[in-house]
C-alpha cells in the first residue's frame, strides 16, 4: 500500500532533550516536506526536500534540523525541543516538484507535547 | 506566509444539503489544490485545479477558479454526515517550489 509513514504518533518529552520524528514513503517519491500545525495558524512548512541531498528552509525552520541521505526517509530532528515547539506535524511527499499532477500525500501526523 | 484564506472558518449544515467553501490567495500560482483532513488525521488530496482552468468536477465536488479574482470556491453536492472535516486550499505559487495551505474551514454534516 502506497503510504507515508510517521513515528512515532504520540511523543511526549521535556525542553532540551534531543529527539527525532522519522518519515518514511514507499512511493519513490522525489520531493518532501515536513510542516506544523496550530490552531489558528494552519499548517506551516518547515523544511522541504526536492530530492536526495538537497533540502531547503520552509516558513518556520528554526529550532529544526532535517536531512535526506535516502530518497525514502526524511527525518524531523528537534535538537534542543523547547515548549513552543508543541504541536501536531506532518510528513508529506510527492512524485515530483511540478505540482501538476503531484498532489502530496500525507503521514497520519506525530503530536509533540514538549514540557 | 499565508497564502489562502478561507472562509467561513466553519460551515454547520443539514444533510443533503450542499456546502460551499472559498478560498482566496494573493500571488500567481501555477495550481490550486483542495485537501480534507478528518479530526487530527493526516490530509488527504481532493482536486487539484491548474492555474489555466476555470471549473473542475470530481464526483459530488466541483471546484472553480477565478484567477482575475485570486479566489476559488469548493461546492460539496448533496452532503453526508462523513463529510464532516476540515477543508484547506493550498497554493502553488509561481515564484516557489512548495504549497502554501489556508487555515481551513471545518464542515459540519448533521444528519
Known amino acids: 500500500e502506497a503510504q507515508v509513514t510517521q513515528n512515532p504518533r504520540y511523543l511526549i518529552t521535556v525542553t532540551g532533550k534531543k529527539l527525532t520524528v522519522t518519515c518514511s514513503q514507499n512511493m519513490n517519491h522525489e520531493y518532501m516536506s515536513w510542516y506544523r500545525q496550530d490552531p489558528g495558524l494552519g499548517l506551516r512548512q518547515i523544511y522541504y526536500?526536492?530530492?536526495?541531498?538537497?533540502?531547503d528552509k520552509g516558513d518556520v525552520p528554526e529550532g529544526y534540523k532535517v536531512s535526506r541521505k535516502e530518497k525514502r526517509n526524511f527525518p524531523l530532528i528537534l535538537e534542543s525541543p523547547s515548549p513552543n515547539q508543541t504541536s501536531l506535524y506532518f510528513c508529506?511527499?510527492?512524485?515530483?516538484?511540478?505540482?501538476?499532477?503531484?498532489?502530496?500525500?500525507f503521514g497520519n501526523g506525530t503530536r509533540l507535547t514538549v514540557t | 506566509s499565508q497564502q489562502g484564506e478561507e472562509d467561513p472558518q466553519a460551515l454547520s449544515i443539514q444533510e443533503g444539503e450542499n456546502a460551499t467553501m472559498n478560498c482566496s490567495y494573493k500571488t500567481s500560482i501555477n495550481n490550486l489544490q483542495w485537501y480534507r483532513q478528518n479530526s487530527g488525521r493526516g490530509l488527504v488530496h481532493l482536486i487539484l485545479?491548474?492555474?489555466?482552468?476555470r471549473e473542475k468536477h470530481s464526483g459530488r465536488l466541483r471546484v472553480t477558479l477565478d484567477t482575475s479574482k485570486k479566489s476559488s470556491s469548493l461546492l460539496i453536492t448533496a452532503s453526508r454526515a462523513a463529510d464532516t472535516a476540515s477543508y484547506f486550499c493550498a497554493t502553488e505559487e509561481t515564484s516557489g517550489s512548495r504549497l502554501t495551505f489556508g487555515e481551513g474551514t471545518q464542515l459540519t454534516v448533521n444528519p
Open positions: 508529506a511527499s510527492s512524485s515530483t516538484w511540478t505540482g501538476y499532477d503531484s498532489p502530496l500525500h
Open positions: 526536500s526536492m530530492n536526495v541531498e538537497v533540502t
Open positions: 485545479i491548474r492555474s489555466n482552468e
